[in-house]
């Protein structure tokens, strides 16, 4: 059974930091590129951060030199860590596995940057 669970969402002051874990199960992880989306209320889905099998990042323009993605193989686990918080963060993020035609979806979770 395919398990995408992300956790480590909240609130986060402006100027501050936040790191999203996210756990995978149920495929081989290794092969797989992950990503982190986020949504926020009322906007589309947009793509935040990948990193490709062989660990190579892109960024949007919207969060590079704030936000790093990481990978740990051995335990099926991509890291977000977000700094530099501004209040255009908040937003459900997402956590995303894809490989050729193989896709997962993480349920989400909420991250609110507010003083």
């Known amino acids: 059974q395919v398990q995408v669970v992300e956790s480590g969402g909240g609130l986060g002051q402006p100027g501050g930091s936040l790191r999203l874990s996210c756990a995978a199960s149920?495929?081989?992880?290794?092969?797989?590129?992950m990503s982190w989306y986020r949504q926020a209320l009322g906007k589309e889905r947009e793509l935040g951060a990948t990193i490709t099998y062989t660990s190579s990042t892109n960024y949007a323009d919207s969060v590079k030199g704030r936000f790093t993605i990481s990978r740990d193989n051995d335990k099926n686990t991509v890291y977000l860590q977000m700094d530099n918080l501004k209040p255009e963060d908040t937003a459900v993020y997402y956590c995303?596995?894809?490989?050729?035609?193989?896709?997962?979806w993480g349920q989400g979770t909420q991250v609110t940057v507010s003083s």
């Open positions: 995303y596995a894809r490989f050729i035609k193989n896709d997962y």
């Open positions: 149920g495929f081989t992880f290794g092969i797989y590129a």
